[in-house]
């Protein structure tokens, strides 16, 4: 009965929400680059601590506002609530999950040099450390939204449930994204490769975004 409402449905609604999803995590670009160093006097770069601080809550407090209105505005526009897949998983795909973690970790230590959260904490020092670990649970929350209701939308088009059309929309916005807020060509390529990884893990946990998130949540900050 799930499968034949899904198909009746449109998915154009769900891409546009992913996107909506994506536009989301892009104010953060506004707050920094535009309405922050204007009332600052400064760039991005040259935030003391406590402004750095700041700029997080701010990040936080518009993520988590967006993500809310967009669980909303799915439950009421397209009769779909992302918190409606319930189903628990076997060994089989805990093990999977375990093996994308590692290898999530791994890539990581491969492109820090080392373990990420060590190096963080020890460049930024506790204080710093805690606000931006707090940003990343956001910013995860958030752009599990577009692998959700992109992988929606991949699914009614193209009738696949086995391909994560969410973990690729990902890495071609959010992952694509980084070349340009990091300047970096090989730190976007491993964002969009991070970004096909975290959708395989939302189809292995049987799109349970209980279960999901937390695993994205570790391969994102490990």
């Not at 491993?190 to 990884?197: D, H, K, N």
């Amino acid at each position: 009965m799930e499968i034949r409402i899904q198909k009746e449905r449109k998915g154009l609604p769900f891409f546009l929400f992913s996107l909506f999803a994506f536009a989301g995590l892009g104010l953060e670009v506004i707050l920094a680059f535009f309405i922050e160093p204007f009332f600052y006097g400064k760039e991005l770069n040259d935030f003391s601590t406590i402004e750095n601080i700041l700029h997080w809550i701010f990040t936080c407090v518009l993520w988590a506002t967006v993500t809310y209105l967009l669980i909303k505005l799915s439950k009421n526009k397209l009769d779909f609530d992302v918190f409606s897949f319930k189903e628990k998983i076997g060994w089989q795909r805990w093990l999977l999950c375990c093996i994308f973690l590692a290898v999530s970790i791994v890539a990581s230590i491969i492109s820090w040099n080392g373990m990420k959260v060590v190096k963080e904490f020890l460049y930024h020092g506790w204080l710093k450390f805690i606000f931006q670990y707090l940003y990343y649970a956001f910013e995860v929350g958030l752009f599990l939204l577009i692998i959700i209701f992109a992988q929606s939308a991949g699914e009614i088009w193209f009738k696949n449930e086995k391909i994560p059309w969410g973990g690729i929309l990902l890495a071609l916005t959010w992952g694509i994204a980084h070349i340009f807020t990091k300047g970096d060509l090989l730190v976007g390529i491993y964002s969009s490769l991070g970004g096909i990884l975290y959708g395989g893990v939302y189809l292995i946990c049987k799109k349970n975004v209980l279960l999901a998130y937390p695993i994205i949540l570790l391969m994102f900050i490990l």
